[in-house]
T-cell receptor, first 115, second 110 residues
Framework: EAGVAQSPRYKIIEKRQSVAFWCNPI?????LYWYQQILGQGPKLLIQ????????DSQLPKDRFSAERLKGVDSTLKIQPAKLEDSAVYLC?????????????FGPGTRLTVL | SQQGEEDPQALSIQEGENATMNCSYK?????LQWYRQNSGRGLVHLIL?????REKHSGRLRVTLDTSKKSSSLLITASRAADTASYFC??????????FGAGTTVTVRA
């Protein structure tokens, strides 16, 4: 079974530029998550989708971050414009269902450096 | 804000020794999960313990949960070089959201 795929693996941009990350979850997984992991910290949930609908985006900085999951499969996360503090690893995860005991499967992440 | 706090922040042990790390949390949980993250990789789910469970085992892993103290511990027995990684506890509340702590970095010396 293929895991969660993310691209690109690394991205370096200058502040005020735009950037987009792509995620392909495990086939058949209804729930998709985007996390931000700043160096030395644990992942922080940004947004959660159930199929193609947003379940929770309470921690997404909506003035600059946006995400979509068209057709309930792939997802993209965009930052526009980027700030220095956005430097982090962006992790995508998916789970079969949204339950209390579902296991989340994580992709390798995209490491973003904002200069 | 981080909902789980791991202690210690870093741990260095000899191969074959046991490694113990602790996690404290502030609000009620549905369950608590432990994840491992190897350098430059995504997180891998290790074990889940429900709020009504006190201890759980999986291979060389042993997890305990004390809801009265709002704390959990992860024990790795007979450590190997491949156990070198960061370990995160994650609280799952009744809102089904996972909230991660800052992690414990474990280094196993050969």
């Amino acid at each position: 079974e293929a895991g969660v795929a993310q691209s690109p693996r690394y991205k370096i941009i200058e502040k005020r530029q735009s950037v987009a990350f792509w995620c392909n979850p495990i086939s058949g997984h209804a729930t998709l998550y985007w996390y931000q992991q700043i160096l030395g910290q644990g992942p922080k949930l940004l947004i959660q989708f159930q199929n193609n609908g947003v379940v929770d985006d309470s921690q997404l900085p909506k003035d600059r971050f946006s995400a979509e999951r068209l057709k309930g499969v792939d997802s993209t996360l965009k930052i526009q414009p980027a700030k220095l503090e956005d430097s982090a690893v962006y992790l995508c995860a998916s789970s079969l269902l949204r339950t209390s005991t579902d296991t989340q499967y994580f992709g390798p992440g995209t490491r973003l450096t904002v200069l | 804000s981080q909902q789980g706090e791991e202690d210690p922040q870093a741990l260095s042990i000899q191969e074959g020794e046991n490694a113990t790390m602790n996690c404290s949390y502030k609000t009620s949980i549905n369950n608590l999960q432990w994840y491992r993250q190897n350098s430059g990789r995504g997180l891998v789910h290790l074990i889940l313990i429900r709020s009504n469970e006190r201890e759980k085992h999986s291979g060389r892993l042993r997890v305990t949960l004390d809801t009265s103290k709002k704390s959990s511990s992860l024990l790795i027995t007979a450590s190997r070089a491949a156990d070198t990684a960061s370990y995160f506890c994650a609280r799952k509340g009744n809102d089904y959201k996972l909230s991660f702590g800052a992690g414990t970095t474990v280094t196993v010396r050969a």
